[in-house]
Protein backbone atom coordinates (compact mmCIF):
# COMPACT_ATOMS: atom_id res chain seq x y z
CA UNK A 1 0.00 0.00 0.00
CA UNK A 2 1.68 3.30 -1.15
CA UNK A 3 2.03 5.70 1.59
CA UNK A 4 1.77 8.97 -1.21
CA UNK A 5 -1.46 10.66 -0.52
CA UNK A 6 -2.57 13.29 -3.31
CA UNK A 7 -4.17 16.40 -2.30
CA UNK A 8 -7.50 15.91 -3.99
CA UNK A 9 -7.76 12.29 -2.06
CA UNK A 10 -6.44 14.26 1.46
CA UNK A 11 -9.16 16.80 0.10
CA UNK A 12 -11.77 13.88 0.41
CA UNK A 13 -10.76 13.06 3.43
CA UNK A 14 -10.72 16.09 5.77
CA UNK A 15 -14.26 15.48 7.28
CA UNK A 16 -12.94 12.21 9.18
CA UNK A 17 -12.64 13.22 12.46
CA UNK A 18 -9.54 10.71 12.81
CA UNK A 19 -7.15 12.25 10.47
CA UNK A 20 -3.92 14.34 11.87
CA UNK A 21 -2.48 16.50 9.54
CA UNK A 22 0.68 17.84 10.55
CA UNK A 23 2.51 20.75 8.95
CA UNK A 24 6.29 19.98 8.42
CA UNK A 25 7.45 22.90 6.83
CA UNK A 26 11.08 24.22 7.53
CA UNK A 27 13.96 26.11 6.53
CA UNK A 28 17.25 24.88 7.27
CA UNK A 29 19.00 28.54 6.64
CA UNK A 30 15.74 30.16 8.17
CA UNK A 31 14.37 27.93 11.13
CA UNK A 32 11.73 30.03 11.93
CA UNK A 33 10.64 30.39 8.22
CA UNK A 34 8.49 27.07 8.79
CA UNK A 35 6.25 28.68 11.86
CA UNK A 36 5.40 31.84 10.07
CA UNK A 37 4.06 30.22 7.05
CA UNK A 38 2.33 27.57 9.49
CA UNK A 39 0.88 31.03 11.13
CA UNK A 40 -0.35 33.06 7.37
CA UNK A 41 -1.59 29.79 6.13
CA UNK A 42 -1.68 25.61 6.30
CA UNK A 43 -3.98 23.04 5.32
CA UNK A 44 -7.61 22.76 7.90
CA UNK A 45 -7.11 20.27 10.98
CA UNK A 46 -2.57 20.82 10.57
CA UNK A 47 -0.64 20.92 13.67
CA UNK A 48 2.82 22.34 13.05
CA UNK A 49 5.74 20.09 14.28
CA UNK A 50 9.65 21.54 13.77
CA UNK A 51 12.01 19.42 12.91
CA UNK A 52 14.73 20.43 15.26
CA UNK A 53 12.43 20.26 18.76
CA UNK A 54 9.09 17.52 17.70
CA UNK A 55 11.80 15.59 15.32
CA UNK A 56 15.28 15.69 17.28
CA UNK A 57 16.90 15.67 20.46
CA UNK A 58 19.03 18.04 21.68
CA UNK A 59 22.41 19.25 19.85
CA UNK A 60 25.27 18.58 21.51
CA UNK A 61 28.17 20.08 20.13
CA UNK A 62 31.03 17.64 19.13
CA UNK A 63 28.94 14.80 19.79
CA UNK A 64 25.60 14.74 17.98
CA UNK A 65 25.41 15.26 14.34
CA UNK A 66 22.86 18.24 13.83
CA UNK A 67 19.57 16.39 14.22
CA UNK A 68 19.68 13.88 16.64
CA UNK A 69 17.03 11.70 16.61
CA UNK A 70 15.10 11.32 19.51
CA UNK A 71 15.24 9.75 22.66
CA UNK A 72 12.04 6.99 23.18
CA UNK A 73 10.31 9.54 26.08
CA UNK A 74 10.30 11.89 23.44
CA UNK A 75 9.39 10.05 20.65
CA UNK A 76 5.86 8.89 23.28
CA UNK A 77 5.53 12.56 24.06
CA UNK A 78 5.53 13.09 20.53
CA UNK A 79 2.87 11.23 19.78
CA UNK A 80 0.72 11.96 22.87
CA UNK A 81 1.47 15.98 21.67
CA UNK A 82 -0.18 15.66 17.81
CA UNK A 83 -3.01 13.29 19.84
CA UNK A 84 -2.48 9.82 18.07
CA UNK A 85 -4.23 6.83 18.39
CA UNK A 86 -4.34 3.29 17.32
CA UNK A 87 -6.89 4.38 14.95
CA UNK A 88 -5.60 7.53 13.83
CA UNK A 89 -4.85 8.25 10.23
CA UNK A 90 -1.67 10.62 9.74
CA UNK A 91 -0.79 13.13 6.87
CA UNK A 92 2.39 14.48 6.81
CA UNK A 93 3.11 17.53 4.09
CA UNK A 94 6.01 20.18 4.13
CA UNK A 95 6.84 22.99 1.01
CA UNK A 96 7.11 20.77 -1.17
CA UNK A 97 9.97 17.95 -1.87
CA UNK A 98 8.87 15.39 1.50
CA UNK A 99 12.38 15.95 2.75
CA UNK A 100 10.74 17.20 5.97
CA UNK A 101 7.57 15.29 5.54
CA UNK A 102 9.55 12.07 5.14
CA UNK A 103 11.42 12.68 7.99
CA UNK A 104 7.74 12.61 10.45
CA UNK A 105 6.39 9.71 8.24
CA UNK A 106 9.64 7.81 9.12
CA UNK A 107 9.65 8.80 12.88
CA UNK A 108 6.04 7.57 13.27
CA UNK A 109 7.04 4.66 11.29
CA UNK A 110 9.53 3.82 13.57
CA UNK A 111 7.86 4.04 16.81
CA UNK A 112 5.26 1.34 15.21
CA UNK A 113 2.64 3.28 13.56
CA UNK A 114 1.64 2.40 10.30
CA UNK A 115 -1.40 4.72 8.84
CA UNK A 116 1.09 7.59 8.10
CA UNK A 117 1.39 8.89 4.36
CA UNK A 118 2.95 11.86 2.73
CA UNK A 119 1.20 14.54 0.77
CA UNK A 120 2.60 14.23 -2.69
CA UNK A 121 3.85 17.81 -4.05
CA UNK A 122 3.17 19.69 -0.42
CA UNK A 123 1.59 22.24 0.45
CA UNK A 124 1.47 24.15 -3.23
CA UNK A 125 -0.50 20.88 -4.34
CA UNK A 126 -3.18 21.03 -1.99
CA UNK A 127 -3.39 25.17 -3.11
CA UNK A 128 -3.33 24.40 -6.42
CA UNK A 129 -6.72 22.42 -5.75
CA UNK A 130 -8.44 23.67 -3.19
CA UNK A 131 -9.04 27.46 -1.51
CA UNK A 132 -9.09 25.38 1.44
CA UNK A 133 -6.59 27.55 4.14
CA UNK A 134 -6.61 28.14 7.22
CA UNK A 135 -5.19 29.97 10.19
CA UNK A 136 -6.70 28.22 13.10
CA UNK A 137 -4.78 26.10 15.42
CA UNK A 138 -6.85 23.19 16.27
CA UNK A 139 -7.44 21.79 19.56
CA UNK A 140 -5.66 18.40 20.23
CA UNK A 141 -6.36 15.92 22.83
CA UNK A 142 -3.65 14.07 24.04
CA UNK A 143 -3.13 10.73 22.77
CA UNK A 144 -3.23 7.14 23.40
CA UNK A 145 -0.60 5.59 21.42
CA UNK A 146 2.62 3.77 23.22
CA UNK A 147 5.22 3.47 20.78
CA UNK A 148 6.88 -0.11 19.58
CA UNK A 149 9.75 1.73 18.22
CA UNK A 150 11.91 -0.39 15.43
CA UNK A 151 14.91 -0.39 16.83
CA UNK A 152 16.50 -2.50 13.62
CA UNK A 153 15.91 0.10 11.54
CA UNK A 154 18.82 2.07 12.98
CA UNK A 155 22.14 1.80 12.80
CA UNK A 156 24.87 3.46 14.96
CA UNK A 157 28.20 5.13 13.95
CA UNK A 158 30.36 2.21 15.54
CA UNK A 159 28.70 -0.93 14.09
CA UNK A 160 28.67 0.85 10.79
CA UNK A 161 32.69 2.08 10.70
CA UNK A 162 33.25 -1.85 11.53
CA UNK A 163 31.38 -3.18 8.82
CA UNK A 164 31.75 -0.96 5.84
CA UNK A 165 32.22 -3.62 3.14
CA UNK A 166 29.55 -5.48 4.58
CA UNK A 167 26.70 -2.79 3.48
CA UNK A 168 25.29 -0.85 0.39
CA UNK A 169 25.55 2.89 1.68
CA UNK A 170 23.59 5.16 -0.11
CA UNK A 171 24.76 9.34 0.49
CA UNK A 172 20.98 11.37 -0.21
CA UNK A 173 23.19 14.85 -0.11
CA UNK A 174 23.70 16.65 -2.92
CA UNK A 175 26.46 15.37 -5.40
CA UNK A 176 29.29 18.24 -4.51
CA UNK A 177 28.95 18.06 -0.99
CA UNK A 178 29.23 13.92 -1.35
CA UNK A 179 32.60 14.78 -3.68
CA UNK A 180 33.61 16.70 -1.34
CA UNK A 181 33.20 20.55 -3.30
CA UNK A 182 30.86 23.40 -1.79
CA UNK A 183 30.44 22.19 1.55
CA UNK A 184 28.90 25.28 3.19
CA UNK A 185 26.51 23.74 6.36
CA UNK A 186 28.99 20.93 8.01
CA UNK A 187 33.02 21.88 8.75
CA UNK A 188 34.60 18.96 7.14
CA UNK A 189 33.88 17.74 3.45
CA UNK A 190 33.74 14.24 2.27
CA UNK A 191 31.98 11.49 2.49
CA UNK A 192 31.77 7.82 4.09
CA UNK A 193 33.89 5.25 2.32
CA UNK A 194 32.57 3.11 0.25
CA UNK A 195 29.32 5.43 -0.02
CA UNK A 196 27.64 5.63 -3.33
CA UNK A 197 26.04 8.94 -4.03
CA UNK A 198 22.17 9.04 -4.69
CA UNK A 199 20.96 12.52 -3.91
CA UNK A 200 16.99 12.53 -2.65
CA UNK A 201 15.94 14.90 -4.70
CA UNK A 202 16.23 12.79 -7.83
CA UNK A 203 13.24 10.76 -6.32
CA UNK A 204 10.82 14.07 -7.25
CA UNK A 205 10.06 15.61 -10.33
CA UNK A 206 10.67 19.21 -11.21
CA UNK A 207 6.93 20.01 -9.49
CA UNK A 208 8.11 18.50 -6.45
CA UNK A 209 6.14 14.99 -6.66
CA UNK A 210 7.14 11.21 -6.31
CA UNK A 211 8.53 9.30 -9.62
CA UNK A 212 6.34 6.76 -9.75
CA UNK A 213 7.10 3.20 -7.99
CA UNK A 214 8.67 2.23 -11.03
CA UNK A 215 10.74 4.34 -11.44
CA UNK A 216 12.12 4.55 -8.34
CA UNK A 217 12.33 0.95 -8.15
CA UNK A 218 14.87 1.56 -11.50
CA UNK A 219 16.79 3.79 -9.63
CA UNK A 220 17.89 2.20 -6.69
CA UNK A 221 18.60 -1.20 -8.54
CA UNK A 222 20.82 0.63 -10.70
CA UNK A 223 22.56 1.80 -7.54
CA UNK A 224 22.27 -1.39 -5.23
CA UNK A 225 24.28 -4.08 -4.54
CA UNK A 226 22.77 -7.46 -3.08
CA UNK A 227 24.12 -6.20 0.26
CA UNK A 228 21.72 -5.00 3.20
CA UNK A 229 21.51 -1.19 2.66
CA UNK A 230 22.69 1.89 4.71
CA UNK A 231 20.86 5.41 4.36
CA UNK A 232 22.57 9.13 5.23
CA UNK A 233 22.84 12.19 4.20
CA UNK A 234 24.08 15.85 6.30
CA UNK A 235 21.80 15.35 9.72
CA UNK A 236 19.60 12.49 9.03
CA UNK A 237 16.58 14.33 7.64
CA UNK A 238 17.13 13.73 3.72
CA UNK A 239 18.18 9.96 4.29
CA UNK A 240 14.80 9.48 5.00
CA UNK A 241 13.89 10.19 1.31
CA UNK A 242 15.61 7.88 0.39
CA UNK A 243 14.73 4.81 2.44
CA UNK A 244 10.87 6.12 1.31
CA UNK A 245 11.63 5.88 -1.95
CA UNK A 246 13.02 2.46 -1.92
CA UNK A 247 9.88 1.29 0.36
CA UNK A 248 7.11 3.09 -2.16
CA UNK A 249 9.54 0.95 -4.98
CA UNK A 250 8.90 -2.31 -2.97
CA UNK A 251 12.43 -2.86 -1.83
CA UNK A 252 13.96 -3.30 1.17
CA UNK A 253 15.16 -0.03 2.29
CA UNK A 254 17.55 -1.37 5.22
CA UNK A 255 18.60 0.88 7.89
CA UNK A 256 19.07 4.55 8.90
CA UNK A 257 22.18 5.98 10.07
CA UNK A 258 20.44 9.16 11.56
CA UNK A 259 23.45 10.76 12.90
CA UNK A 260 24.32 10.79 9.55
CA UNK A 261 27.52 12.89 7.95
CA UNK A 262 27.50 15.95 10.65
CA UNK A 263 27.79 13.07 13.47
CA UNK A 264 30.47 10.96 11.82
CA UNK A 265 32.85 13.90 11.53
CA UNK A 266 32.46 14.78 15.55
CA UNK A 267 34.82 11.84 15.64
CA UNK A 268 38.40 12.57 14.00
CA UNK A 269 39.48 8.87 13.52
CA UNK A 270 36.49 7.95 11.47
CA UNK A 271 37.57 7.40 7.80
CA UNK A 272 36.53 10.07 5.49
CA UNK A 273 36.61 9.83 1.34
CA UNK A 274 36.68 12.76 -1.15
Same mark, same amino acid.
Request: charged share 20%.
Given at each position: ???????????????????????????????????????????????????????????????????? +????????? &?? %???? @? *??????? !????????????????????????????????????????????????????? +????????? &?? %???? @? *??????? !???????????????????????????????????????????????????????????????????????????????????????????????????????????
Amino acid at each position: MSSVISATQLEKQLPDPKLIILDCRYNLANPNEGIVLYSSGHIPKAQFIHPDTDLSSKVIPGETGRHP +FPSEQQLQA &LV %EKIG @L *NPDSQVV !CYDASNGAIAVRAWWTLKYCGFDNVSVLDGGYPAWCNITNQVSRDIPPVAAGH +FTIKPRTDW &LI %EADS @L *NDQLENY !CIFDARANDRYQGKNETIDPVAGHIPTALSAPFAFNIDDQGFFLPPGQLRQRFQKLANEKPVVHYCGSGITACHNWFAMHEAGLNPGKLYSGSWSHWITNPTRPIER
